[in-house]
């Protein structure tokens, strides 16, 4: 395995640790980067006057001299201790670096994004309106971050792209990324699987309430429930803007039930550095012993760990089942 990473105007070949959370749930990746003791001087510099907060980062691994571009974003944090510990965010760094106050009467989420985001990054969202929606000296990814509290629209920033939806409404045909894990024969395009913690479970073993509420443009909220009325069910809770009447808020509430209430895995499974699973992916599960058992999943965490003794591996968390 090898790796290859550029902060800055410097390049380093030689790391011991590497740690990257991907998660569909949080605006930012992040990474954090392990430069060894022995590391030395650079340009006659020590290590940490090479670095500064706001530094670009790019990290590449791979194996036998192939790399993959894993992660790009900035310096957030430099740890002066030694080894020197490095933490990063990707690309919505820019985003908290910026200051507004704005007033709408009658806001799509599309205005909203076009006045505050910078304009090399492209916006992809649904077209849907959020009404009445002030902006108090508060940074893009505060906006953003609220934006995911009050209606449920995730964000994230992949390729100089920003993505806001709700995450619930994807499915395998909207997704580019699909990726093959076999799991009767232990292999995943020809590597190894290197733990299982999946569980298979029925539709009818969930304990799930989804709760859909509106406010109409004269005030008047509209809220449904679908699912268990089990006391102890788990709840998700949606806040969909716009004039939707009682029977699309219920059709649109039944979608999400279905997504996560199935026949089929969850939990997660780890497997090597490749291949290269990310958040927001697609990931087709393989079962030749119990074919039934087949299907394609989204992945809503990858949690990639580059480590000198224990290896290069990813941990998939599987969020519902994709159509």
């Not at 709408?104 to 006045?115: E, F, H, I, Q, W």
């Not at 298979?200 to 009325?229: H, N």
């Not at 949606?238 to 649109?252: A, D, I, M, Q």
Request: with cysteine.
């Amino acid at each position: 395995m090898n790796s290859n990473l550029i902060i800055g105007n410097v390049l380093l070949k030689n790391v011991s640790q590497i740690e990257i959370n991907e998660s569909v749930d949080e605006l930012s990746n992040t990474a954090k980067i392990v430069i060894p003791h022995n590391y030395g001087k650079l340009d006659g510099k020590s290590i940490l006057e090479n670095f500064v907060v706001g530094s670009v980062v790019e990290i590449k691994l791979g194996y036998n001299g192939e790399y993959n571009t894993e992660f790009k974003g900035y310096i957030r944090e430099i740890e002066t201790n030694y080894p020197v510990v490095i933490h990063c965010d990707d690309e919505s760094f820019v985003l908290r670096r910026s200051n507004f106050t704005l007033s709408y009467k009658n806001a799509t989420l599309k205005d909203v994004l076009k006045d505050i985001i910078p304009k090399d990054i492209e916006i992809n969202c649904p077209d849907i309106t959020l009404g009445k929606f002030q902006v108090d000296k508060e940074s893009a990814f505060q906006v953003l971050q609220r934006i995911k509290t009050s209606f449920g629209f995730y964000s994230r920033v992949k390729n100089n792209v920003l993505y806001v939806n709700l995450r619930d409404l994807a499915n395998a045909r909207d997704i580019k990324d699909v990726h093959r894990y076999s799991l009767s024969s232990g292999t995943i395009n020809g590597g190894g699987i290197k733990k299982n913690d999946l569980i298979f479970k029925r539709k009818e073993d969930y304990k799930l309430k989804v709760v859909v509420a509106s406010v109409q443009s004269k005030g008047k909220k509209i809220t449904i429930e679908i699912g268990s009325t089990d006391k102890d069910a788990s709840t998700i809770n949606v806040s969909y803007p716009g004039n939707h009447t009682e029977s699309e808020l219920r059709k649109f509430g039944q979608q999400i039930y279905l997504k996560r209430c199935y026949d089929g895995y969850t939990g997660s499974v780890t497997g090597f550095g490749s291949p290269h699973t990310h958040a927001g992916d697609v990931l087709e599960i393989v079962d030749r012993d119990e074919p039934d058992r087949a299907g394609r999943y989204f992945i809503e965490g990858v949690n990639i760990t580059y480590n000198e003794d224990k290896g290069f591996s990813r941990e998939n968390k599987l969020s519902y089942k994709v159509n």
